[in-house]
C-alpha cells in the first residue's frame, strides 16, 4: 500500500522548535521530489519547502526561509522539516507531498502523486 505518513507535529510556543518527519511504504522515496505544505484555517494552502528528487536541491518559502531546514534521510525512506524560531503565523496542518520525476526544482502542485494526511502545528503561548 502506497502512503506518506506525517509526524511530529504538536503545540509549541513562539520562538520553539519541531521535527516533522514524512515516512513513505509501499514506494522508495528518492526518486521522488519532495514537498511540505501548509494550510491554516480561512487561508488557501501554500507551499513551504521541496527537496528536488534530481541533485537535492533545497527550496523553501519566504516566509520560512532561514528557520525551517528540509532534508530526507534515504535509508530511512523519511524525509523531515526541522522549524526553528516558530511563530504563531506557522500554525497550520502540515502535509508532505511526493512527486515522481527527475525534478530540478519544485513540482507544481499538480504534479504530486502522493499526500499525506497532515499533522496539526499549533504556536501558541
Given amino acids: 500500500q502506497v502512503q ?7 503545540l ?4 520553539g522548535s ?5 515516512a513513505a ?8 521530489a519532495i514537498g ?3 494550510q491554516a484555517p480561512g487561508k488557501e494552502r501554500e507551499g ?3 527537496i528536488s528528487s534530481s541533485d ?4 523553501y518559502a519566504d516566509s520560512v526561509k532561514g528557520r525551517f531546514t ?34 530540478y526544482e519544485c513540482p507544481p502542485p499538480a504534479e504530486y502523486d502522493y499526500w499525506g494526511q497532515g499533522t496539526q502545528v499549533t504556536v501558541s503561548s
Fill in 4 to 10: 506518506l505518513v506525517e509526524s511530529g507535529g504538536g
Fill in 12 to 15: 509549541v510556543q513562539p520562538g
Fill in 18 to 22: 519541531l521535527r516533522l518527519s514524512c
Fill in 25 to 32: 511504504s509501499g514506494f522508495t522515496l528518492d526518486n521522488y
Fill in 36 to 38: 511540505w505544505f501548509r
Fill in 48 to 50: 513551504v519547502s521541496c
Fill in 56 to 59: 537535492g536541491s533545497t527550496f
Fill in 70 to 103: 528540509i532534508s530526507r534521510d534515504n535509508a530511512k525512506n523519511t524525509v523531515y522539516l526541522q522549524m526553528n524560531s516558530l511563530k504563531p503565523e506557522d500554525t497550520a496542518v502540515y502535509y508532505c507531498a511526493a512527486a515522481q520525476g527527475g525534478w
